[in-house]
């Protein structure tokens, strides 16, 4: 059983940054693959970002690359999205998940981030 936590969503301009942090309760947070996912208002959950369980690889959607980055201290049971450059259109509810394999099974319970125009 992974449970996970966000924090760092906020109010920003656009052209501004934010760092959200998503820390996991367990001891096997290593184990797992981890991915960011948002939903906008009227939206359906879209993937931003994932990460494999070393770090060592990472993957992000079309829509942010180059201006998101996500990334993972296991030391601290704790990934990280880096957010460059926001635009009003990123503007969502943002969850991070552990998967435990086949699909993502353990969700937090999301944390707002509007961008300003």
């Known amino acids: 059983q992974v449970q996970l936590v966000e924090f760092g969503g906020g109010l920003v301009q656009a052209g501004g940054s934010l760092r959200l942090s998503c820390v996991a309760s367990?001891?096997?947070?290593?184990?797992?693959?981890m991915g960011w996912f948002r939903q906008a208002p009227g939206k359906e959950r879209e993937f931003v970002a994932a990460?494999?369980?070393?770090?060592?690889?990472?993957y992000v959607a079309d829509s942010v690359k180059g201006r998101y980055t996500i990334s993972r201290d296991n030391a601290k049971n704790t990934v990280y999205l880096q957010m460059n450059s926001l635009k009003p259109e990123d503007t969502a509810v943002y969850y991070c998940?552990?998967?435990?394999?086949?699909?993502?099974?353990?969700w937090g319970q999301g944390t707002q981030v509007t961008v300003s125009s």
């Open positions: 998940a552990a998967s435990s394999g086949t699909q993502y099974d353990y």
């Open positions: 367990g001891r096997t947070f290593s184990r797992h693959e």
């Open positions: 990460i494999s369980w070393s770090g060592g690889s990472t």
